[in-house]
RNA sequence: GGGAGCAUAGCUCAGCUGGUUUAGAGCAUCUGCCUUACAAGCAGAGGGUCCGCGGUUCGAACCCGUGUGCUCCCA
């Protein structure tokens, strides 16, 4: 009756879950579109197709027959009312309140007259028929004359060692601990690890089974009561104390969750792992960030046997047929299973036979993934399989390096003869605020849709692109999705502005300062260019993505689109015009990848494009010229610098200046003039030989800029700023002088960075120069 | 218990051959601006015993040792 309720129910889940997986997997498609994740949309894959789960099967039985899967015991949880196992998640601890009984056992001291006792604290005296061993730490001073020697089993007498290991807490209970391989996990490895018999005194009805010898048949916690009495009449009981303790709890039925020896088919791991291991070492197969691939190398060095069977309701059943008497093929199907039995004994009926109950872990399907998707197993050498396999790059999370990763290789390696792919890309994981797992319970997951919504895909990928460097967790914060939209605002804002100039477009012949603008930011462009494409190829992405932001952000609006603006209704060289466009269709282009909406939306805005975005290839990248980035560098320098020290003297934004320069490079500064005057607000500007009295002293390397304003100035903040700017220049050179001044410096440090100081050192010194200059000017 | 990693500005993090760094970014903070692309903005500024201690080196945020605190994976 039972078993056809369950059954029932198992047909009804069966419909509920692929239910489930139509309208939640649709669900994380929908949510990958409206992100702008650039796949191919007919190809969607899933494990339980039939072409896939057939492989699957396969797979099982290809690796039976190779000797690479066999049946071996494993410790699991035991469900004893629903008689069934549960995995892990179904387990649910409570903290009890319980006793601890602390019991004695009596030592073979090899004399009958002679009685020691070793006593041993435990909260399930019950199992107390199923030890097989006391053990003991080694370092435990109370017994270490006991090392080797044997003890008794009170009540039914049975002889056992007792061993010592450093698994055995000295500070918990008596210090000694009662082993039982049978029913408890960490006992269970224990017993492994010292090969103890295994006695299992339950019935999968939580009753005693005949191997426990007395209280046969009768409730495990019947029996907890009932056995203490005994033990005190026979003088093994100690004391009883109040003790608290985790206790699982089955999420089924609500009993006492019993661990319990089943038999388990396993994956023997040894030889198919060594291609992968190999792979990875050789850098056949390269992990980004590096640092997982000592992690991996560690697990596949340590490589254990797989577990593949799952106490669960849903995923490839495991593809085993039992008869009665327990004795089973392994087959593709219930009817070669069937012909496997009945050449072995006609009268077998197939009615008799039963598939196995268990279904396979879930990474015994996706593990195939790389090929399989390409149907590289169940159409072995079609086209597909041949043009995309090895693949470029996985992209997936870290927690899953052993589950799937490592398992991909080695079943790549198994079936294609290959590597499944060359790169992977470990992604962090997310987390809130303060830095918890996203999980429903806490509810603190975000809403992706609604993100979108709100900022826009776009943003939603800024905000998290910018925000995780590889493999490592990236903190949630709407903050940068909020950075992310402000920075796209930011880019429609330039569009308009250049559809402003694109009305008022006129031929106005060269100009020094259009040129030099010009000719810095394609420098700047290039520059960038270059560093983004060296970023991706180590998949650097955040750091990629911050470079291109500032690129945008700063040089290009901040200084290049001001430096070539024209003045108030006035018109636009389209020459110049044209250069901007180009720069801005390229800076779309580099940014595609992270924002393609808006990127793509204002490419094709800016002009008729024969190509969309996300098929355009590369161009090669121009060099750049350094000496032209320096002298932007310097204008920028200067500019600020200026600002500043209008700011300092509180100047308002509206007040003009005349701008005084004292320079030796007199021609450097006139292809820049006129840029210069119109960021620093300059009505006029002339080249000095001497200082200007009653100016506001800006000096910058070997040049002094004087600030002429109507404005009365105070000479108490410029004298302050100008020693402070003295107190930072004077410390600065004595450091530098002092590093010089060590010989062993001079004689063992590259040439380049002695020059370096040197160079430091002569422009801190005429700098220094140039500010007591202007501090004698203003007395 | 085994393994991996992290600790840098108020917050989140860069800083990947030790020397263009008396340490950088974003956010936050402060000051001044409704400047004719953008106030979701512009122009500036302040803010750090690079976790503690010891060592290697001409030179350490970076390499080594050690202590402390935290995180993750596996059991």
Same mark, same amino acid.
């Given at each position: 009756m039972e078993g056809k309720i369950w059954r029932y129910h198992f047909t009804t889940f069966l419909g509920y879950a692929w239910e489930w997986k139509e309208k939640y997997g649709g669900i994380i498609l929908q949510q990958l579109r409206k992100l702008g994740c650039s796949l191919d949309w007919d190809r969607t894959s899933f494990t339980m197709d039939p072409d896939y789960y057939q492989s699957v099967i396969k797979v099982f039985n290809d690796l039976y027959a190779k000797g690479h899967i066999y049946r071996g015991k494993r410790m699991i949880n035991w469900d004893v009312r629903a008689k069934t196992a549960l995995s892990d998640e179904e387990v649910i601890y409570k903290e009890v309140q319980s006793k601890l009984y602390y019991i004695r056992y009596r030592i073979d001291t090899g004399s009958e007259s002679q009685h020691e006792y070793i006593t041993v604290a435990t909260v399930r005296p019950e199992t107390i028929m199923g030890d097989t061993a006391i053990c003991v730490n080694p370092n435990d001073e109370r017994f270490k004359h006991l090392h080797g020697k044997f003890a008794y089993v009170p009540l039914i007498n049975r002889r056992i060692p007792i061993i010592p290991d450093e698994y055995v807490e000295m500070d918990f209970g008596t210090g000694a601990l009662k082993v039982t391989p049978a029913h408890d996990i960490n006992d269970y490895q224990l017993g492994q690890k010292y090969q103890l018999e295994i006695i299992d005194?339950?019935? &999968? &009805?939580g009753t005693m089974s005949d191997a426990a010898q007395i209280f046969i048949g009768e409730d495990r916690f019947d029996v907890r009561k009932k056995i203490i009495p005994e033990l005190e009449a026979a003088g093994n009981l100690v004391k009883i104390e109040d003790y608290t303790n985790q206790v699982g709890f089955s999420e089924r039925t609500d009993a006492v969750v019993e661990s319990r020896l089943s038999l388990q088919w396993w994956v023997s791991m040894k030889a198919i792992s060594e291609p992968a291991l190999k792979a990875v070492n050789d850098d056949e197969i390269n992990f980004h960030p590096a640092k997982f691939k000592n992690l991996y190398r560690h697990w596949m060095e340590n490589i254990k046997d797989w577990c593949i069977s799952r106490q669960l309701w849903w995923g490839h059943r495991i593809p085993a047929y039992y008869l009665e008497d327990g004795s089973f093929e392994v087959a593709h199907s219930l009817e070669e299973a069937f012909e496997k039995f009945k050449s072995q004994n006609s009268k077998i009926k197939i009615e008799d036979i039963k598939q196995d109950e268990d279904c396979l872990d879930t990474w015994f399907s996706s593990w195939l993934w790389p090929f399989e998707v390409f149907k590289g197993l169940s159409n072995p050498d079609n086209a597909e399989v041949k043009y995309y396999y090895p693949t470029n790059t996985l992209v997936t999370a870290p927690e899953i390096i052993f589950f799937w990763v490592a398992r991909m290789i080695m079943a790549g390696y198994e079936y294609q003869g290959k590597k499944p792919f060359s790169d992977v890309y470990f992604t962090g994981i997310v987390r809130d605020k303060q830095g918890r797992k996203m999980s429903k319970s806490l509810g603190n997951s975000p809403d992706l849709l609604g993100l979108i919504d709100q900022y826009g895909a776009d943003a939603v990928r800024f905000g998290i692109m910018i925000a995780s460097p590889a493999g490592n967790d990236l903190l949630f914060d709407e903050s940068s999705l909020e950075q992310g939209r402000n920075f796209n605002n930011k880019l429609w804002n330039a569009l308009k502005l250049l559809k402003m100039w694109e009305a008022r477009q006129s031929d106005l012949g060269t100009d020094l300062q259009n040129d030099f603008a010009i000719n810095w930011f394609e420098n700047r462009l290039n520059t960038v260019k270059a560093e983004v494409e060296i970023l991706m190829q180590q998949f650097r992405l955040s750091e990629a993505l911050k470079i291109i932001y500032s690129l945008v952000w700063d040089d290009f609006c901040s200084w290049y689109l001001e430096w070539i603006k024209p003045g108030f209704e006035q018109p636009m060289d389209s020459a110049v015009y044209q250069r901007t466009v180009t720069y801005f269709e390229e800076l779309m282009q580099l940014l595609h990848p992270f924002v393609p909406f808006i990127t793509e939306e204002i490419y094709h805005l800016l002009g008729e494009q024969t190509e969309d975005l996300c098929v355009k290839q590369n161009q090669p990248i121009n060099s750049a010229n350094e000496s032209i980035t320096a002298a932007g560098e310097l204008l920028k320098n200067v500019i600020s610098a200026l600002r500043d020290a209008r700011n300092k003297n509180q100047l308002k934004p509206k007040e003009t200046i005349k701008l005084h320069i004292q320079t030796e490079n007199v021609s450097e500064y006139q292809a820049i003039e006129k840029i210069l005057a119109k960021q620093v607000n300059a009505e006029k500007t002339s080249f000095t030989t001497e200082a200007i009295a009653n100016s506001i002293v800006v000096a910058i390397e070997k040049d002094k800029f004087f600030i002429e304003t109507e404005k009365v100035l105070d000479a108490t903040t410029l004298k302050a700023e100008l020693l402070k700017d003295l107190e930072y220049q004077t410390k600065f050179l004595q450091s530098v002088t002092i590093k010089l001044s060590n010989e062993r410096f001079v004689q063992n440090a590259k040439p380049e960075v002695v020059e370096l100081e040197r160079k430091k050192q002569a422009d801190a010194a005429a700098r220094i120069k140039t500010i007591e200059e202007s501090l004698g000017n203003l007395n």
């Open positions: 005194t339950m019935n &999968d &009805d």
